[in-house]
Structures are given as C-alpha cells and as structure tokens.
C-alpha cells in the first residue's frame, strides 16, 4: 500500500519569497508522483507529475518539484510566489503498475502574504 | 477538454436515507474515482472502477457502495447515510494508458449534508 505525508497544514510566505511544500511517499515498489492544486472554489488540478527520467520536474505557473527516491520526497519549490498562488496543495502517489490508483496527502494551505 | 460533471453541487438529506451521487464523463475515460475531501484529512479514496462493471475499494469504503453499468458513468451509493458522512464528494475520471499514469480530471464536487 502506499500513502502521502503532508507535514504542514499552513505555510504563510510573503509575496516574492521563494516557498517550498514538502511531501514525503511510503511505498514498497516504485511509485508515480504528483502535486495537484485547488484554488478557492475550484476544482482540483494537475500541477506537475513525476514518472521517470529527470528528478527536477517543472510544472505550470513556475512549480517545480524535485524527486528525491533515497529520501522518499517530493518536494514542491517556488522561488517567488504571487498572490495569486493563495491556495492548496495536494501530493499524490500512484504505483507503479496495477490499477491505477491516486492517493492523496492532507493538503498544504499556502498563504501568500502582500 | 475533458468534462466531468457531478448532478448536483450542494444536497442535503436526513439520516438514514439511501443517497446516490452521479458522475458522468464525456472523454472515454476507463478509471473513474470517487474521494471524499475534509478539512485537515485531504482527499481520501472511497472507491473506484478501472472498466464497466469492475470496481476496487479504496481507503475508506465502508459504508458505501458504487455503481458503473456503463463506461461514462460511476455512481456513489450511501444505503444508509450517516451524519458522519457530512462531507464534499469529488468524482475524477483519467485515461487508462499502460506505462504511464494518467492525470486526474476533477469535477466541482458535491456537498453532502446529512441532518
């Protein structure tokens, strides 16, 4: 079985500072990974997905998350955030193989201060 | 772009009443997946359909059942609905594609009150 750990519930940033939102993935076997955002009152959204190949992932509106398998992480990185990235962040695993199916980490509440 | 569509957006209903909750998408998609999300408790997998008729439970299944007679549609089922069962219901559809994994299409979700 595999499973999310999303260790901050709410990360306050000021705006133009850089953020990073941490996950961390337990599994036995290899995993896909991803990291989904859902602005307020909106549904949710691929914000980028690790399947193979380079570590360093980068995703829309300037994300990248980097994988890191020793550690088990995959960490979402900005290094300026805007106002507009005021929302929350979800991980998500996916084994390798199988059916195919997504779980999610807690979520991460990113509040973006002016 | 991929629409998934949930039939309703807010419901609210008394303990012990049978609920169905409806998702239908438009793009062919093989896996479908209902989660409920909670404050403080992310988005936690009840079950999902990877074909017609074929169903795996997820994390949290009891006391709940689903149905998908056909490809576009994948019903979530409450027999008895319980107070804790108060939550918003998000159905998500992706394409099945050996080798790779798919994102998630989302629909808006359902809010669920039971009194």
């Known amino acids: 079985a595999q499973s999310v750990t999303q260790l901050d519930s709410q990360v306050p940033v000021f705006e133009e500072a850089p953020v990073e939102l941490r996950c961390n993935y337990s599994?036995?076997?290899?995993?896909?990974l991803f990291w989904y955002v859902q602005y307020p009152n909106q549904g949710l959204q691929l914000l980028l997905k690790?399947?193979?190949?380079?570590?360093l992932v980068k995703g829309i509106n300037g994300f990248e998350a980097e994988f890191n398998k020793s550690q088990t992480s995959f960490h979402l990185r900005k290094p300026s955030v805007h106002i507009s990235d005021t929302a929350e962040y979800f991980c998500?695993?996916?084994?390798?193989?199988?059916?195919?199916?997504?779980?999610f980490g807690t979520g991460t509440k990113l509040q973006v201060i002016p | 772009d991929v629409k998934v569509t949930q039939s309703s957006r807010y419901l609210v209903k008394r303990t012990g009443e049978k609920v169905f909750l409806e998702c239908v998408q438009d793009?062919?998609?093989?896996?479908m997946f209902w989660y409920r999300q909670d404050p403080g408790l992310g988005l936690r997998l009840i079950y999902f359909?990877?074909?017609?008729?074929?169903?795996e439970k997820g994390d949290i299944p009891e006391g709940y059942s689903v149905s998908r007679e056909k490809k576009e549609r994948f019903s979530l089922i409450l027999e008895s609905a319980s107070t804790n069962q108060t939550s918003m219901y998000l159905c998500?559809?992706?394409?099945?594609?050996?080798?790779?994994?798919?994102?998630?299409?989302f629909g808006s979700g359902t809010q669920l009150s039971v009194l």
């Open positions: 359909s990877y074909d017609v008729k074929m169903k």
């Open positions: 998500a559809s992706s394409l099945r594609r050996e080798g790779t994994n798919e994102k998630l299409f």
């Open positions: 998500a695993v996916s084994l390798i193989g199988g059916y195919q199916k997504v779980t």
């Open positions: 690790y399947l193979s190949g380079s570590t």
């Open positions: 599994s036995s076997v290899s995993v896909y």
């Open positions: 793009m062919d998609h093989e896996n």
